[in-house]
């Protein structure tokens, strides 16, 4: 990776500019059966298009604080790198009521009404699929999405310096989380290029975003993003490990 890229943007624009092609988050939901492998390319498709929802449809500016009531999930994982790309606050698990805008998973509706700014609702369902109906008061995010450009520029510079990223009460700055993530990858088992990490860790701890996002982007890794994956036993377990080529886990 790069030794200059200073925010998780950097990291996905040196990875799409590394080998667009290699897989970067292969998500399992263990409830539903489902599973999701994104390349780095398709990935940053995906960001591209929700930074452009967020920028241009939604007005979101730098310093603006997004609340993210999301599991760990696939989508997850874009709308961090979307905040990233556009320099506003990915506060995960955060108030909506303090928040400029709030995006929401199917669980968390209710409270996702309290902020006074745009709301987007993810059904989170296999494919990206969409709400059967459109919750009140939201934006569906799959039926949002599509649209926007397949390419993105930030209207003004992303700041490393500035807040990027509010976990379990702690702010960092995008070159926080970037030193952060290359400090810990090596205690994670992800030591290089190739490296494939299986996280069952939940995305509202920074040991969680760690490990399914962000310690994998910033070393060339990638990684088997679990939801319920308690649904395992053991030996379904080492299957996993085994046709997914992982190299270490996180549980």
């Known amino acids: ?23 970067l988050v292969t998500f399992y939901d263990d409830a539903t059966g489902e599973r999701v492998e994104l390349s780095v390319a398709t990935f940053a498709n995906w960001v591209a298009k929700t930074a452009n929802l967020l920028q241009g449809e939604l007005s979101a500016e730098p310093g603006d604080r997004v609340a993210l009531l999301l599991p760990a999930h696939w989508q997850t994982a874009v709308w ?40 987007i609702a993810l059904a989170l369902r296999p494919l990206g699929g ?8 939201f934006a569906d995010y799959a039926v949002e ?38 400090a810990e990858a090596a205690g994670l088992g992800l030591t290089g290029p190739g490296a494939r990490l299986l996280s069952g860790l939940a995305y509202d701890t920074w040991p969680g975003l760690a490990a399914g996002l962000y310690a994998p982007l910033a070393t060339g890794g990638s990684v088997v993003l679990c939801r319920n994956l308690d649904r ?3 030996e379904a377990l080492a299957r996993r490990v085994e046709s997914e080529r992982v190299t270490a886990t996180a549980r």
Do not use: I, W
């Open 1 to 23: 990776m790069n030794a200059t890229d200073r925010t998780p943007a950097d990291l996905l624009r040196s990875a799409l500019a590394a080998d667009p092609g290699r897989p």
């Open 80 to 119: 961090l790198l979307a905040c990233s790309s556009v320099g506003v606050v990915a506060d995960v698990a955060g108030d909506p009521k303090a928040a400029d805008l709030v995006v929401s998973g199917p669980d968390t509706l209710d409270a996702a009404r309290a902020c006074s700014g745009a709301r």
């Open 130 to 137: 969409r709400f059967p109906q459109t919750p009140d008061g």
């Open 145 to 182: 999405v599509p649209g926007q450009g397949d390419r993105f520029a930030p209207y003004a510079p992303v700041d490393p310096e500035e807040p990027a990223l509010v976990v379990a009460g702690r702010e960092s700055s995008g070159a926080e989380v970037v030193e952060r993530a290359r």
């Open 232 to 234: 395992l036993d053991e």
